[in-house]
């Protein structure tokens, strides 16, 4: 039975979709025993079925997901139990059944885990069919000896108003190791050696799960991050649009580990806006309906500068 939604998890607005956009960013895995056997990633149905219904209620015109559980995942492994997604053939993938059908969609390309969906009537995604799922997203490098599981990946978005194209860049860089954490976003930002920034366009927008806390973590990581925001990004200025835009100190979007931290939140160099995090800003309710998920998504609305 699909999941009914009795509460919205937020109040939506209204808002000018010439000048507007709606936003929503979301690690949907966790560290249940349970999904374990495929890495961790979105495993069970009920879990699924809750974001889902969430999803369709907030209707937003782009999303970055983490942690999706792939399509070739399943093929791995002999699942018996009923309660989880592997226990049926997957038909559809899991990144489109969260969305729906008003989606183009455009995972990375090492492993589609993490995942970028541009609503049909806002724009389209350059390089992938209006509509379809693709495995095109523009993927950062790996790295000698790091967990490349991890990826950060971008798509270039033609949206239907101004500005006509800017980048999406979905982060979820390594968790265990600081020092790989750095190596990636550098080489996603900038490039390296070997391979060249995965940021095509003037206009960016980056948001995601960067597993670091500029504003509790002091590590290489976060002084790369943070040099890049001071920098700025075409001669613009980079902000905030979660995090510190919408509260001091931060809502924790993570309670891993004793150790809470603000580790998703979202920034731009075009758009004014703040986004919250559901379930732990005022009047607002977790994506995942209460349980199932490790983080907390972010939602908003953004409007050009």
Request: proline share 4%.
């Amino acid at each position: 039975m699909a999941y009914k939604l009795n509460n919205p998890i937020i109040e939506k607005t209204n808002y000018d979709k010439s000048t507007s956009f709606s936003i929503l960013s979301a690690n949907v895995g966790n560290l249940s025993v349970g999904c374990r056997k495929v890495l961790n990633k979105l495993c069970y149905k009920d879990v699924e079925e809750r974001i889902a219904a969430n999803i369709k209620y907030l209707s937003p015109d782009i999303i970055a997901l983490q942690e999706v559980l792939a399509p070739w995942q399943c093929k791995e492994i002999n699942e018996t139990n009923k309660n989880k997604v592997c226990n049926e053939t997957q038909l559809t993938p899991q990144v489109r059944r969260l969305v729906g059908e008003d989606y183009t969609i455009a995972c990375n390309s090492r492993n589609q885990f993490e995942c970028i969906a541009v609503k049909r009537d806002f724009g389209e995604i350059i390089d992938c069919p209006n509509g379809e799922t693709c495995n095109k997203a523009r993927t950062a490098p790996e790295i000698d000896g790091c967990d490349n599981g991890f990826t950060i990946s971008s798509v270039t978005v033609k949206a239907k108003t101004a500005p006509t194209l800017f980048d999406v860049i979905n982060f979820h860089p390594q968790s265990t190791s600081s020092t790989c954490r750095a190596k990636m976003i550098n080489a996603a930002l900038y490039g390296n050696e070997t391979a060249v920034s995965i940021i095509q366009e003037k206009k960016v927008l980056l948001l995601g799960d960067f597993n670091l806390d500029p504003w509790r973590d002091d590590d290489e990581s976060v002084i790369t991050w943070n040099t890049f925001i001071q920098n700025g990004w075409n001669d613009s200025k980079l902000e905030y649009h979660s995090g510190i835009a919408e509260n001091s100190p931060p809502f924790f979007t993570s309670f891993l580990f004793y150790k809470p931290r603000a580790l998703d939140f979202i920034v731009s160099n075009f758009a004014n806006g703040i986004c919250s995090t559901l379930g732990e800003s005022p009047n607002t309710l977790r994506l995942d309906g209460g349980k199932g998920t490790d983080h907390r998504a972010l939602f908003g609305i953004l409007s050009l500068r």
